[in-house]
């Protein structure tokens, strides 16, 4: 779907079609090549702050928890127009971010270490929660920065319609090996939408490059939210109130659950010009 299309509408009948089959919905070019070299950027100045002294661990890997407010960049992602009206259209206004993660991954060095990977996100959601299968409760957008637009790169890989099982078998031989399994591929600038029941994990990476993605998980606002999410007050002035209510604000605990305008300002963008 070119972003374009994205600007004027919300969803088609054929994405939705296709997310709903699926599980997932790719978005090409949701990131222009000027908006991707500067989120490299802020990644980088991320990662250069979380590792030990160089060179040594020059490669080691990152997975940041509730990284928002480590950039504006990262902030402005929070309702970058063209993609919240997707999330806006799969979930409805009354939404926020509880939680996000941003993913550093050098080319893996020695043997793949044979761990089980495929999961769902959630996590005790996929306890607590009775019904089958269970409620979709979530949806999460990955912004891609490098180019895992070849298998092998650390591509995000699906179990395509696997939203609706609620449990996988692991094969005998203990491998990630799933009949009907895909990378999915994507150029530095793609978004990914999915379905938090997609069975889903994070290929490896055998190439020589470094693959490098944002994740941005929303849902009602009347769930807890999984990060300690803590924004710098230099950028408090970065903060609409729509991005505010993304971060999870609210006027009173009830206006999470019966929201006021004041609660909710994406419902009047919804409304007028998110549609």
Sequence with gaps: MALREAQRVGLTDAQRHGFERDGYLVVDDALDATHVSRLIEAVDRVWAAHRDAPPVARADPLHL??????????????????????????????????????????????????????????????????????????????????????????????????????ALERPSDGSNDLLGAVPVLARPGTAVLFDRRLWHMRGENRSSLTRKALFYAYTYRWVRARDDTRIPPELFGTITPIRSQLLGAGSSAIGHWMPSDDDAPLREWWETAGR
């Design 65 to 166: 928890l509730a990284f928002v407010g480590s950039d504006p960049l990262f902030l402005e992602l929070l309702d970058h127009e063209p993609i919240l009206r997707l999330v806006v259209d799969l979930l409805g206004w009354n939404v926020f971010m509880y939680h996000c993660h941003l993913d550093v991954h050098p080319p893996a060095r020695g043997p793949s270490p044979g761990t089980w990977t495929w999961h769902q996100d959630g996590g005790v959601q996929n306890r607590d929660l009775e019904t089958h299968p269970r409620p979709r409760m979530s949806v999460k957008v990955a912004y891609f920065l490098s180019d895992v637009g070849e298998p092998g790169r650390g591509n995000f890989s699906v179990l395509p319609g696997s939203h609706l099982r609620d």
